[in-house]
Every structure is written in structure tokens, then in C-alpha cells.
């Protein structure tokens, strides 16, 4: 028997066993090519495909017209074709009507056209150009309100994405246009014709509405609005006793009356009811997470919060409370000082201060810390904060003298006991009183 088309001679120096695995081969490569069994387990191939118009290759048009892919082996579903490359566009035109401006240009004439692409800029820079829109069509209608003025470039797209040239560098411009006053009849224009505030002070002419232009008593209240009549609109003096009537509490806005509106030492004690006085305190609750983590065994200063920059006296009350891990060695710590890590900083948070009975924060009246409270077990019966309910409150006093280039914050100065301790979290509340 003759061997099979694609398949090779057995040679007859093989054993019993490598003849027949080369009989196996030589079947297995007959049934692949549709040389023997049923034709509908014969393998396919990319060329196959191609041939029966299935798939074609990546063929495509680069911007410079040369062919992308002529000897690809990548496949793409349908027909093969190559498109023309886009060419310049012709003709373009640019005509300004009212608010829109109206393009046109020579019809495209290539294979495969998909849009013309446009571009506008305020000015005729072509690196300011930026996309307006698209068209299947030879016009575009672009709508940039009155009086503006747009310069445009087109340029063709074909099926395959790939874009030709611009028709030019320069752009083509058009200015929107305005209706002049010619246009409009007398009487044409209606109130309900004109929007709300479009007509400004520099469309009304100097002296143009006089006492002829305003019915009687047609300005009520109800025409002007809040705060329309200013100082400059209410001539000196004109505003006297007898054009006010019972001036009492209800007739002064909160915050309307200032401080250099009330002569010196004019409200005494009795003229104020401290019955329900009160002071302005601010108030806040800062997570552990929000603080950071302590490590074991080693004292870091970690900030919790910046409490202000006014000079003056600040009364700060402050809660402690511990978390799931412990924290131990704890103390309150407030000051002016700079923060953060490294040596260029006042109080910092990479060294490892002690604590304790002598501790070693640097204090100073200006910079540095102001107040620092000591370990909690020399002040409170908590020495380790270890649960939630193990919490701390100090209230303490700081005087700041710095100017408002320094910020006063709040520190906890505290080591862990294990690695990434954490409190549950601190509160705090601030009084400032201002030095006299």
C-alpha cells in the first residue's frame, strides 16, 4: 500500500513497538488533513478561514498612508480590505450667524469615509485647537452665543479609525453677530421677552430712566431687594429720632451691633444677666487610629489634635481612654513647639523621651512644650490603660505668648506594652480667655 499523502514511510529498521507508534502518528496526521475517516474531524486552519471570508488579516492605513499588518499573522473577523488614507480636506467655511456658527466644506471622496472631525480654539494658535464635534455631513452647526468669534480645522476619518490631515495649520474663523438696535421695532420688546437680569447697568444709558419711566408708587418692597439700600443710597443725617420708633432688643439683629459701635465702659455689671451667659468651648474626639500606635517599651510623643493660635490663656480639659491593647507610662502634654521627626524639630516624635517623676520633655514659656502633666499614676489610680473603661481626665491651664505663626497642640507622651498599642480614643474641650 502507498503511504498517504502528508504522512511519512515507517522505516523498517523500527522495533515492533516504534512501528507501531509511527502507524498511530501517520493515522493521527491522515484524520487531521481529511485524508482518511470523516471529513467533518479534518482540523481547520487560519488560512482556511481566510479563504472561506470568515476572518481577514489586521490590515490597516497608518496616518502617513503605508500599509499596517500586510504579512500579519493576527486575525480579525471579516473581510479583508484596505481603506484609502483620509485625504485633506477642501473648501472649508466658516459663515457667523446669530449665536451659531454655521461650517461647510467640499464634499470627501475617498474609500471608506466614517466622519469629518471638528476643532475650534478662541485664538488661530493650531496647539489651542481642541474637539467640537462630528458629521457624517459637509456642514456643522456650532453654537457659541452673541459676539464670539471661533477659528475651526476639519479633518476626515475613515472606517478603520485612522484620522487624515488636518485642512490646515491656519484656522478658519467667524464671528457670531449682534442685533442691532436698528433691527428692533419700537415697542417689539416686551417684559416677558426680556430674562431676568439681562438687561445690567452698562445696557441702561446714564440718566436714561428718569421720574417719566416709573409709575407712581410702582417701587414697594416687595421691588427691592435685601440689602439693596446701602450706606451711599442714605444721605447723612437723614435717619433721625423721630424715624424711629421704640428701638428695642427686637429690633437689633444678633452680631448687628459691634464693638466700636458701644462707647468704653459704657455696660456695666448690672446692665448684663449672666443668668444664662456662656463661653465659647470647642470640643472634639479624636480616634486612636487618628493618633497612632505605640511600641513596646518606647516613649514617643504622638500628637492629638491642634488646639489654636491666638495668643492668650486656654483652659483645656482632656479625657484619656484605653483601648484593646495596653498603653502604660501615659502623660498629657501640650506646647507651641514645632513637630515632627528628625532633629530640625522642637518636639518630636521619633525620640524617646522619659517620664516619670524627672521627665525629660524640654519646656519652655515660647516654643517647645508649656505644660506637661507627668505619668498618670502619679496623678490618677490608672498607671496602664488596658480596656475601655480604664479613662483619665485632667484639666489643666497653658498660656500661650507665641503670635499666631505657632500653633498650641495637644500631645500624649506614652509607651506600649507589646508592639502597636493603641487607645480607644481622647477627648478634649478648650476655653481661651484673651490677656487684657
Same mark, same amino acid.
Given at each position: 500500500?502507498?503511504?498517504?499523502? #502528508?504522512?511519512?514511510?515507517?522505516?523498517?529498521? %523500527?522495533?515492533?513497538?516504534?512501528? /507501531?507508534?509511527?502507524?498511530?502518528?501517520?493515522?493521527?496526521?491522515?484524520?487531521?488533513? &481529511?485524508?482518511?475517516?470523516?471529513?467533518?474531524? =479534518?482540523?481547520?486552519?487560519?488560512?482556511?478561514?481566510?479563504?472561506?471570508?470568515?476572518?481577514?488579516?489586521?490590515? /490597516?492605513?497608518?496616518?502617513?498612508?503605508?500599509?499596517?499588518?500586510?504579512?500579519?499573522?493576527?486575525?480579525?473577523?471579516?473581510?479583508?480590505?484596505?481603506?484609502?488614507?483620509?485625504?485633506?480636506?477642501?473648501?472649508?467655511?466658516? *459663515?457667523?450667524?446669530?449665536?451659531?456658527?454655521?461650517?461647510? @466644506?467640499?464634499?470627501?471622496?475617498?474609500?471608506?469615509?466614517?466622519?469629518?472631525?471638528? @476643532?475650534? !480654539?478662541?485664538?488661530?494658535?493650531?496647539?489651542?485647537?481642541?474637539?467640537?464635534?462630528?458629521?457624517? !455631513?459637509?456642514?456643522?452647526?456650532?453654537?457659541?452665543?452673541?459676539?464670539? *468669534?471661533?477659528?475651526?480645522?476639519?479633518?476626515?476619518?475613515?472606517?478603520?479609525?485612522?484620522?487624515?490631515?488636518?485642512?490646515?495649520?491656519?484656522? *478658519? +474663523?467667524?464671528?457670531?453677530?449682534?442685533?442691532?438696535?436698528?433691527?428692533?421695532?419700537?415697542?417689539?420688546?416686551?417684559? $416677558?421677552?426680556?430674562?431676568?437680569?439681562?438687561?445690567?447697568?452698562?445696557?441702561?444709558?446714564?440718566?436714561?430712566?428718569?421720574?417719566?419711566?416709573?409709575?407712581?408708587?410702582?417701587?414697594?418692597?416687595?421691588?427691592?431687594?435685601?440689602?439693596?439700600?446701602?450706606?451711599?443710597? $442714605?444721605?447723612?443725617?437723614?435717619?433721625?429720632?423721630?424715624?424711629?420708633?421704640?428701638? +428695642?432688643?427686637?429690633?437689633?439683629?444678633?452680631?448687628? $451691633?459691634?464693638?466700636?459701635?458701644?462707647?468704653?465702659?459704657?455696660?456695666?455689671?448690672?446692665? $448684663?444677666?449672666?443668668?444664662?451667659?456662656?463661653?465659647?468651648?470647642? =470640643?472634639? *474626639?479624636?480616634?486612636?487610629?487618628?493618633? #497612632?500606635?505605640?511600641?513596646?517599651?518606647?516613649?514617643?510623643?504622638?500628637?492629638?489634635?491642634?488646639?489654636?493660635?491666638?495668643?492668650?490663656?486656654?483652659?483645656?480639659?482632656?479625657?484619656?481612654?484605653?483601648?484593646? &491593647?495596653?498603653?502604660?507610662?501615659?502623660?498629657?502634654?501640650?506646647?507651641? #513647639?514645632?513637630?515632627?521627626?528628625?532633629? #530640625?524639630?522642637?518636639?518630636?516624635?521619633?525620640?524617646?523621651?522619659?517620664?516619670?517623676?524627672?521627665?525629660?520633655?524640654?519646656?519652655?514659656?515660647?516654643?517647645?512644650?508649656?505644660?506637661?502633666? &507627668?505619668?498618670?499614676?502619679?496623678?490618677?489610680?490608672?498607671?496602664?490603660?488596658?480596656?475601655?473603661?480604664?479613662?483619665?481626665?485632667?484639666?489643666?491651664?497653658?498660656?500661650?505668648? +507665641?503670635?499666631?505663626? /505657632?500653633?498650641?497642640?495637644?500631645?500624649?507622651? !506614652?509607651?506600649?506594652?507589646?508592639?502597636?498599642?493603641?487607645?480607644?480614643?481622647?477627648?478634649?474641650?478648650?476655653? /481661651? %480667655?484673651?490677656?487684657?
Amino acid at each position: 500500500m502507498g503511504k498517504a499523502r #502528508g504522512t511519512f514511510v515507517v522505516p523498517r529498521a %523500527f522495533d515492533h513497538e516504534g512501528k /507501531r507508534f509511527a502507524s498511530n502518528v501517520n493515522e493521527s496526521i491522515a484524520q487531521l488533513k &481529511g485524508e482518511i475517516g470523516n471529513p467533518l474531524d =479534518a482540523a481547520v486552519t487560519f488560512r482556511d478561514l481566510i479563504d472561506t471570508g470568515l476572518v481577514k488579516r489586521d490590515i /490597516r492605513i497608518s496616518g502617513t498612508g503605508s500599509v499596517i499588518g500586510g504579512d500579519s499573522t493576527s486575525v480579525i473577523i471579516g473581510d479583508e480590505e484596505v481603506l484609502d488614507t483620509p485625504p485633506v480636506p477642501t473648501g472649508l467655511s466658516a *459663515t457667523g450667524a446669530f449665536q451659531n456658527i454655521v461650517l461647510d @466644506w467640499d464634499n470627501k471622496n475617498f474609500v471608506g469615509f466614517s466622519h469629518a472631525e471638528i @476643532w475650534a !480654539a478662541t485664538s488661530s494658535n493650531f496647539a489651542d485647537r481642541s474637539f467640537v464635534g462630528q458629521t457624517t !455631513a459637509n456642514v456643522f452647526n456650532h453654537q457659541v452665543g452673541t459676539n464670539q *468669534t471661533r477659528y475651526y480645522w476639519i479633518r476626515f476619518v475613515n472606517t478603520q479609525g485612522t484620522p487624515g490631515p488636518f485642512n490646515s495649520t491656519t484656522g *478658519t +474663523s467667524a464671528t457670531t453677530a449682534l442685533i442691532d438696535t436698528g433691527d428692533i421695532n419700537d415697542g417689539a420688546v416686551s417684559s $416677558i421677552k426680556i430674562l431676568d437680569g439681562a438687561i445690567l447697568n452698562a445696557k441702561i444709558g446714564t440718566a436714561a430712566v428718569d421720574t417719566a419711566k416709573i409709575a407712581d408708587a410702582a417701587i414697594t418692597t416687595a421691588k427691592i431687594a435685601d440689602a439693596n439700600i446701602t450706606n451711599a443710597k $442714605i444721605a447723612d443725617a437723614t435717619i433721625t429720632n423721630a424715624k424711629i420708633n421704640d428701638l +428695642s432688643a427686637d429690633k437689633i439683629n444678633a452680631g448687628t $451691633i459691634s464693638a466700636d459701635r458701644i462707647g468704653a465702659n459704657t455696660i456695666t455689671a448690672d446692665k $448684663i444677666n449672666v443668668t444664662d451667659l456662656t463661653l465659647e468651648f470647642n =470640643a472634639a *474626639t479624636v480616634s486612636g487610629a487618628t493618633i #497612632g500606635s505605640w511600641q513596646n517599651n518606647v516613649m514617643r510623643l504622638l500628637k492629638v489634635a491642634d488646639i489654636g493660635t491666638e495668643p492668650g490663656v486656654y483652659h483645656i480639659m482632656c479625657r484619656v481612654f484605653g483601648g484593646n &491593647g495596653q498603653v502604660k507610662t501615659l502623660s498629657i502634654v501640650a506646647g507651641d #513647639g514645632t513637630y515632627g521627626t528628625g532633629t #530640625g524639630y522642637e518636639l518630636r516624635n521619633d525620640f524617646a523621651y522619659s517620664d516619670g517623676p524627672t521627665p525629660s520633655i524640654p519646656t519652655a514659656n515660647e516654643g517647645y512644650a508649656q505644660y506637661h502633666s &507627668g505619668q498618670s499614676q502619679y496623678w490618677s489610680a490608672i498607671d496602664r490603660f488596658d480596656s475601655t473603661n480604664e479613662m483619665v481626665q485632667k484639666d489643666f491651664i497653658v498660656r500661650k505668648v +507665641s503670635s499666631t505663626s /505657632r500653633t498650641l497642640k495637644l500631645f500624649i507622651l !506614652a509607651q506600649g506594652d507589646g508592639n502597636n498599642r493603641q487607645l480607644s480614643n481622647v477627648q478634649y474641650g478648650v476655653y /481661651r %480667655f484673651s490677656e487684657i
